[in-house]
């Protein structure tokens, strides 16, 4: 058998990737493939003509091997705990959810209960189980499957701006509030930006693009959210090549804090770390060159404990999609779409009180009260020479904000 068959064969047998099997049988050559045979042995082959592909595997019995009834049986007795744990959200929330989407369903019938749809959609976006397994454990083939998950993520992405928007201006009071009323008390914050990779496949075509420098291939969110993670603007699907500064000026983002009406007035921002430009409603740290003041000092400790949020908001969207955290899709346009649906489900869930995020609050210590410091008195003149890309008024407005811890 050449090497090609092989690799068929090993990823359609044991549902793993090729280089996880290798890299079990190099580490634990006995054990690995002990493992592997003790599989190999649970299935039988048929080789049939199978159209394009060439080759069809059947195991044992040619039948499912997931849970009978899944849906029917299994689920209905799931206390309200497990469902929970399962699926990422209340029974009350799937509900809504489905009363939400229903209107935009299309192609999704299969004479099937929409519910039945919308829990394995959930459940691969919440699992990294193969497309194969979800099938066996709904009961349904793999093309029905497939077809059911694109169609409901489709009308999650397309749902993307009704539940992630820009705060109005009483809405951004409340959030400024929210931000304030932290220990910190940093004022006119309406969110914190950041930038997030999500793995991909390597792309065909313009892989290079998205090559990051961890090494993998990625697509690049973009997300700003409010005091309690939530996200009041996202940009998707940039390549994982690009810097944060980069991604953020072409953002729709960019140009609408830049423009001759700002979206925000002169004493509201948003924060971001050093890698974004310092603008007057952008605030940025003071760059480390190891001779911070101890105002400085104490404005990036705040600056940073504060603009955590953002970095808590991308972990609970990945811990609760995990397919998220290895987007396996064939193109980067699908990538965006399941990306768009995590989003959208993301801010449904913060909005009805059903995402278990604990405390948003980073609590990170002080650990520069001690920090030697040369500079005792900053000179506005420096910061203007370090930060020759932001405005006088950027510069002055952190300036005075430092000043008022």
């Known amino acids: 058998m050449d090497n090609f068959m092989r690799n068929i064969l090993l990823e359609e047998i044991l549902n793993d990737p090729v280089d996880n099997i290798d890299n079990l049988l190099n ?62 959200m209340s029974r009350e929330s799937i509900a809504e959810l489905e009363n939400i989407i229903r209107p935009h369903v299309l192609d999704v019938n299969h004479n099937m209960p929409l519910q039945k749809f919308f829990l394995l959609t959930i459940w691969i976006l919440a699992t990294p189980e193969s497309f194969r397994s979800v099938a066996d454990r709904f009961g349904l083939c793999k093309t029905i499957t497939y077809s059911a998950f694109k169609e409901i993520v489709h009308i999650l992405a397309n749902l993307l701006p009704q539940f992630v928007r820009w705060p109005d201006a009483q809405e951004c009071e409340v959030i400024e509030a929210g931000f304030r009323s ?160 995590a989003c959208t489900l993301h801010n449904f869930l913060l909005s009805r009180g059903d995402a278990n995020i604990g405390d948003f609050i980073n609590r990170a210590e002080n650990n520069n009260e001690n920090h030697d410091n040369d500079i005792n008195n900053v000179e506005l003149e420096a910061e203007v020479e370090e930060n020759q890309d932001a405005n006088l008024d950027a510069i002055q407005k952190r300036f005075n904000i430092m000043n008022s811890f």
């Not at 394009?52 to 059947?58: F, T």
């Not at 952008?282 to 190891?290: A, E, I």
């Open 27 to 88: 580490q634990y050559p006995i054990q690995g493939m002990n493992n592997i045979m003790n599989d190999l042995n649970e299935v039988m082959f048929a080789f049939e003509d199978d159209g394009a592909d060439g080759l069809r595997i059947n195991p044992r019995n040619n039948g499912l091997v997931g849970v009978p009834n899944y849906f029917e049986d299994v689920i209905p007795l799931y206390t309200d705990n497990q469902f929970y744990s399962h699926f990422r």
């Open 182 to 341: 932290r220990r910190e008390g940093f004022p006119g914050i309406i969110g914190a930006i950041d930038g997030c990779h999500i793995e991909i496949i390597q792309p065909p075509g313009n892989a290079n693009d998205y090559y990051n420098r961890k090494g993998t291939h990625s697509i690049i969110l973009q997300g700003t959210c409010d005091h309690n993670g939530k996200f009041i603007d996202v940009l998707i699907g940039r390549p994982g090549r690009a810097h944060d500064a980069s991604v953020f000026r072409t953002s729709t983002l960019y140009n609408r804090l830049t423009s001759e009406d700002p979206l925000l007035p002169p004493n509201q921002h948003i924060l971001g770390d050093s890698a974004y430009p310092l603008m007057l409603n952008v605030l940025t740290p003071f760059k480390d060159n190891g001779h911070l003041s101890p105002q400085q000092i104490r404005y990036n400790v705040k600056h940073a404990s504060i603009r955590s949020i953002i970095e808590r908001a991308f972990g609970l969207l990945k811990g609760k999609f995990r397919r998220l955290r290895y987007l396996n899709v064939k193109s980067v346009d699908m990538g965006i779409v399941v990306i768009s649906a």
